[in-house]
């Protein structure tokens, strides 16, 4: 049984259809990558497994560890496992980092420990969240909630966006200790984090659905050659599209 | 929905009040005790430099510590008079007994008030703890406060206002005038924690002269029936400086109408007005801001949040700037809105629930970091803050 189980996943935000019949297993240990044009529903996706009201399943089911969350909210879904690093997450001003890694848990070593692996001074802990972080910072501050709270499957939004060579190297590292032992599910749209991360499986999303799934490296080195023009030749996509446009 | 004010006669309060003995305020009972903790008044006296309490129009408890003796005065208005003839001419000195029906009820059925003055050069390291408390039903208190930072002196005041819990109804009005003198900074903060019948009028003039800072600290997170001031800094001075940070919370049928106002008349003046306000239930509230530039060299911002946490609650931002010569340069950002539903997903993401959520997003709005106070009393008021939220939200 997988550890994340969607089946004819379809989802409307503002009452456009963003996932359209979306099927996706992610077994237990296992990453998975996420490619697909802007637009495509990616980061669509991973806020409908979140349970964002938002991005609340029409039809079809998403299970997590053999539960149908299809239906739960949001804190009861990351209490079972479930954790996201946002691509663009909110200013929470007078919220503190710390009043929300305090109650993701561990001691203050781990905290201290944990801010040292991503490079995020400890003071983070006293800024107020996304407050005049820079585009590093906030990636960072996002891969250490995600540390702290330890999830089963753990999401990642873009983590390579926007982030210098550096940071890339620590972002990447830590992230590929984090994986080892446990499932992902990574939006990437350069591929840099990938020098780091070992993928097991690639998908390509194409207007709210999988296109087709395969080898990561095999999957972007054709996206890296031939951008996307590539898969509008693939006969899924060009059925995905018809059945769109007929729709 | 907004409200209209509601219409207060001080005519029609009760006047008379038994008179309290004279105690010292660690006497005082467990239940007064509770509700002036909530003002930030400690009743240990700890951390504090001294004490100056009165119930009704009693003066129940003056007391300085010895180590500052020598550096403030502290005693009732009305014995300040008797000792230094020139308090008298501090009186309605900021402002017109007639400005008001307030200020002239106030000028004409007077019940005493605190006087603080810290002596020049002296910088007083605790605070200097002032309350103001009403413990008899539909009473009328008018108070009359004078503070004076004499030249050079730094102090920090905290002006506790509370009611009897037993008391529903009641009139306070407080009048308070301030003179920071040459080169002096004075940090006051105010906590207000009436009843939810009760109204209050506070009125407050400042002054503030060459080089002197005046910081005004405002809370107020219980219900209450009306609400309504707008204290004024005058900055005089050469480089004066006046700030003004308040924190409101409307619950019930709250009516606040709270604004504060800067006048910048010094060469090199500045001002400054932060304001956080959070309307629930069908609370009303107007924050409202005023700076007034009438010097050529002279800065001030404002900035108003308001957060409606219902939609029967009404907030109502005035922000309000007056330019009187050129070269005066004047700001203001203000904001109204409600719990942006990205941040309350993000911290459900982290696993807190909505309401948790809610919780940390309002207390966050309203954290006292804003007003930049020493470690100790931010700690103080934050925890007060914690208390008054944990029953409100």
Known sequence: MPLLEIRNLAVEIAGKRVINGLDLDIPEGETHVLFGPNGSGKTSLIMSIMGFRCC?????????????????????????????????????RGVRLGDVVRRLGGSNGDHLEMTRRVNLPIEFMGREINLGFSGGE?????????????????????????????????????????????????????????????????????????????????????????????????????????????? | MRRKEPEVKPESYERKAEPWPRVPVSGLGREVAQRVLESGIRVDEEERAGTYFQADHSVVSVSLKSAFEGMVELMSTMEAIERHGWVRDLMWGTMDPSADRFTDFASKNWDNGYFIRILEGQRVTLPVQACLFLSKENLNQNVHNIIVAEPGSEAQIITGCATHPSVRHGLHIGVSEFYVRRGAKLTFTMIHNWADEFDARPRTGIVVEDGATFISNYICLKPVRSLQMSPAAYCRGESSRASFNSILYGKGSSYMDVGSRIFLQGKGSRGEIVSRAAAADESTIYARGLLVGEHEDSRAHLECRGLLLSDRAHMHAVPELIGRVKGTELSHEAAVGKIAEDQIQYLMARGFTEREAEALIIRGFMDVGIFGLPERITRDISEMLDRALEGAL
């Open chain 1, 56 to 92: 609340r399943a029409v039809s079809g089911t998403i299970k997590f560890d053999g539960v149908d969350i299809t239906r739960l909210p949001t804190d009861e879904r990351a209490r079972m496992g479930l954790g996201v690093a946002f691509q663009s997450p909110p200013v929470i």
């Open chain 1, 138 to 247: 906030i990636k960072r501050s996002e891969l250490f909630q995600v540390l702290m709270q330890k999830p089963k499957l753990a999401m990642f939004d873009e983590p390579d966006s926007g982030v210098d060579v550096e940071n890339l190297s620590v972002i990447g590292r830590a992230m590929e200790e984090f994986l080892r032992d446990r499932a992902g599910l990574i939006i990437t749209h350069q591929g840099h984090i990938l020098r780091y991360v070992r993928a097991d499986v690639a998908h390509v999303m194409f207007y709210g659905r999988i296109a087709c799934s395969g080898e990561p490296e095999k999957i972007f080195d054709l996206i890296l050659r031939e951008g996307y023009r590539w898969c509008e030749k693939c006969p899924k996509v060009r059925e995905i599209r018809h059945e769109e446009k007929g729709a």
